[in-house]
């Protein structure tokens, strides 16, 4: 079994992000978001800016009828509630009945037992993308299992996030190493990465190349952001305004200058 | 009858923002809000910065004593969830009981039956102002009513947003088109719209002028700093700082010069 | 029994300022953070800018597991609902068991009989911080007493902001006036003080040298800002930056300087 997946090619990546980039700010696609109260403005703001239309009820009673209304679900961990946890209970089935992709971010399941379990109960329903860092993945995996090795058990993509990003399906591979420190020191950038990758799965026809446009976008806008920014504060400001006026050629030069 | 109401003169309006604004700024009212947790940021921040003292909880328990300490409530139907309803089900008598100015704004009650009902029962108590988009007002007026309309059959005045901003009692009615593009790119602005409402009803004698002085004053802030953004991350911290030192003079050029 | 406690020395506070916050940097502490939504993502941004790392959960089946994961509690009880307040109650008895320091912020504890009540029972279960405005210190310790007389009567350590901030441990007392106006017009401020003071407690092996140490560096935080900002937008921002960036020649320099 191979355990490191093949590079994909670099300019095919690029073309495949500024793409599905312009096809979000054209189609500007609903995407349903259930996340935790911490995470939520920025994740609203990071799809508004890219283009997308986040919705975030996690109001049981009406969960199904925004998740049918949108194109993709986006399943986050971070302090996960009771009424949150039902809502999830039932997003999930009905974008598997509806055919929506939908993303899971498993937020500190290394460190509550039974945050573990309903992730592994998750991860069983096969989410289109697993969005998590590596103490997360190595929670879920198992000791010594690399993020190839659990897209091929679950059947999933694999977006893998730490000083170095990978995306793999078990067979396919990217990785780019564009972050900055500074996205550490801001709260809920990650669970922001996951809501933006919600947004390209809502307009790709493929789940790999979906995260690989999310992932180039994503740290793409951190790096034009790290560039000018004197700390988190105006980190998170500039970030957001790179992520709205990001254009394809810039984001080709970025990931090629690195 | 009429279905567009006539225009209310424009010195009159900008006269009415500033004299309202400066009172906001000298007495500090509180305002309860009501409101998702995704708008709560935001909203609270625009009513500081415009002069007021937001306060938030949604606990049944505790919401009389808030309202009643306040001097106007805003109830905000986004990501409802039932701890709020049920707030909501004991904060609108008290208001009425005490004679405090309540607004409304029915967040999303296109996209969920419950929603829609729950917003139609507290229509039907006659909110001080409804403050919400075309798309909701259609939801709840019925195909083909303007807001002039459904102003008269509630007693209600209705402030409703989108490319021109508009402000009806059914029968005296306000224009105006100063909105940013960018306004639309930064989650729960339109939510923060409706808690800056509340603090210009907290002082004002009149609900229509209130309305008219809060979407003057956002929608100036919105100008202010749309000429100077990057984006919407720089926007929204241009929007605040706009909006805690904007000047009467300043307010009325911008309406004016449009 | 003395009533103004007497000054601690300026360069030692200074020091020990310093000191505690190249600590905070260098060791990241967890920190466990039970706090309204609207106090969420400012409470986490400050502790990520001064090299904490936050954690937020309030569910109470998980809370125990994160307070033991973590160097210091925070209880903050504004926005109280029934499930932070079961999570409250679990939470505060597993960081005693475990020796972790805790803080108790009763935010707007005047406000509500209930709040007042659940906020006392909280006092005899001794905080090794409580950090209060003065209306809420009067509502807890009673009329004419002041916060050094509340900290000997539960053996905790008060910082009492305001105008003049202050720390007292009932025999020795520090004060501190370097705060902006601006920090009033920002939204949970002072649950972000609350949260870093927090941080600070992870780090100090002395509740009162927490509290010095984390007020002098909010303060001077807030000092450097206020010299930039525009108003409350670019001030929150200042503000994430100068926590981020400052050196501790810097914050002695405004501490002596005024």
């Known amino acids: 079994m191979r355990t490191t997946p093949e590079d994909f090619p670099l300019e095919q990546a690029i073309a495949i992000a500024g793409t599905l980039l312009a096809r ?8 349903h978001v259930l996340t935790s109260p911490v995470a939520m403005p920025l994740s609203a703001n990071v799809l508004l800016a890219a283009g997308a239309e986040p919705s975030l009820t996690s109001r049981p009673e009406v969960v199904e009828e925004f998740v049918i209304a949108s194109r993709a679900l986006v399943v986050n961990l971070g ?80 977006l893998a996030t730490g000083t170095v990003d990978q995306v793999t399906d078990g067979s396919r591979g990217f ?16 669970c922001a990465l996951s809501a933006l990758t919600g947004g390209f799965l809502a307009v790709a026809g493929d789940a790999f190349e979906a995260a690989i446009g999310a992932i180039i976008t994503f740290d793409v806008a951190g790096d034009m952001a790290a560039g000018e920014a004197r700390g988190p504060g105006s ?15 810039e984001l080709g030069r970025r990931v090629r200058g690195k």
């Open 79 to 158: 302090m996960l509630d009771a009424d949150r946890e039902t809502a999830i209970e039932r997003a999930v089935p009905a974008a598997l009945a509806h055919g929506r992709p939908w993303l899971l971010d498993p937020v500190k399941v290394d460190q509550a037992g039974k945050r573990r379990r309903f992730a592994l109960d998750l991860l069983h329903r096969q989410p289109t993308v697993l969005r998590a860092n590596h103490a997360e993945i190595a929670c879920l995996a198992g000791a010594g299992q690399e993020p190839g090795a659990l897209a091929r058990a679950f059947g999933t993509v694999v």
């Open 24 to 31: 979000l700010r054209r189609e500007r696609p609903a995407v």
């Open 175 to 190: 990785r780019i190493g564009l972050g900055s420190p500074l996205m550490q020191r801001v709260t809920a950038m990650g």
């Open 235 to 249: 980190f998170k400001i500039a970030f957001l305004d790179a992520l709205y006026g990001l254009s394809p050629d």
